[in-house]
């Protein structure tokens, strides 16, 4: 099984910061690619951004600029650096694990800004 742990969400004001961190766990062989998405109520989710082993990244276009996603791999876990959050941002946050051996995800983490 595989447990994937996220933290650092909560409630901020439009123009602060947030950092997220996901910590994956128990039988995580050939990570591949870790991630970040959200879902805002009534929408899809969407991809916020994700990184390979090698530190290549990819955004989201409404994030480019104000997020920045890392990762360390001796400890299995995926950061998310937001900045200048907008109440367009305000969505539940779902880390994201791909393996060799399938997709994982998080149980979510609420992040809500305010206006």
């Known amino acids: 099984q595989v447990q994937l742990v996220e933290s650092g969400g909560g409630l901020v004001q439009a123009g602060q910061s947030l950092r997220l961190s996901c910590a994956a766990s128990g039988n995580i062989f050939g990570i591949t690619l870790m991630g970040w998405y959200r879902q805002a109520p009534g929408k899809q989710r969407e991809l916020v951004a994700n990184i390979n082993r090698g530190g290549n990244a990819n955004y989201a276009d409404s994030v480019k600029g104000r997020f920045t996603i890392s990762r360390d791999n001796a400890k299995n876990t995926v950061y998310l650096q937001m900045n200048s959050l907008n109440p367009e941002d305000t969505a539940v946050y779902y880390c994201?694990?791909?393996?060799?051996?399938?997709?994982?995800w998080g149980q979510g983490i609420q992040v809500t800004v305010s206006s």
């Open positions: 994201n694990l791909l393996t060799s051996f399938g997709m994982y």
